[in-house]
């Protein structure tokens, strides 16, 4: 329910022309707060390990890379794969306390991977943009 209400919020900014700077990054951190939040119950409810944490916890990371680098402030590289991945993380999350655990685990593992491949590969995008300007 949560995903498809963000789906249709965006859906619906972006359609009546309401979209703003503010809107766009205010959607982002509470998507981020979401996944860091669901990531962490799921952990204490022993229903996934501590191998979770660093796939929901990405955003923040990148964050850190991004204010270490010196590239915080420079447009973040979005992916096509992006939105699609975050949508996989979500519903996985929200499945890992709906399904068996059998399939659940494969299911946040298969995310999780994605999730850090994505932001590995947004990073390398930005720092190759980055040497050739």
Do not use: C
Not at 8 to 26: H, I, T
Not at 57 to 67: C, I, K, N, T
């Amino acid at each position: 329910m949560p995903v498809s209400l963000d789906a249709l919020d965006g859906y619906l900014a972006r359609r009546m022309k309401q979209e703003s700077e503010f809107g766009a990054l205010f959607d982002l951190e509470t998507d981020s707060l979401f996944v860091a939040l669901t990531g962490l119950i799921l952990v204490d409810k022993q229903i996934a390990g501590t191998w979770i944490l660093p796939a929901v916890y990405m955003r923040y990371f990148y964050v850190l890379v991004l204010l270490s680098s010196r590239r915080y402030g420079q447009p973040e590289k979005r992916t096509r794969f992006g939105p699609a991945v975050a949508v996989f993380l979500f519903i996985s999350l929200i499945a890992g306390f709906l399904l068996p655990e059998t399939f659940a685990i494969p299911l946040l593992a298969t995310a999780s991977f994605a999730v850090v491949f994505s932001f590995a590969y947004s990073f390398v995008m930005l720092v190759s943009a980055r040497q050739n300007h």
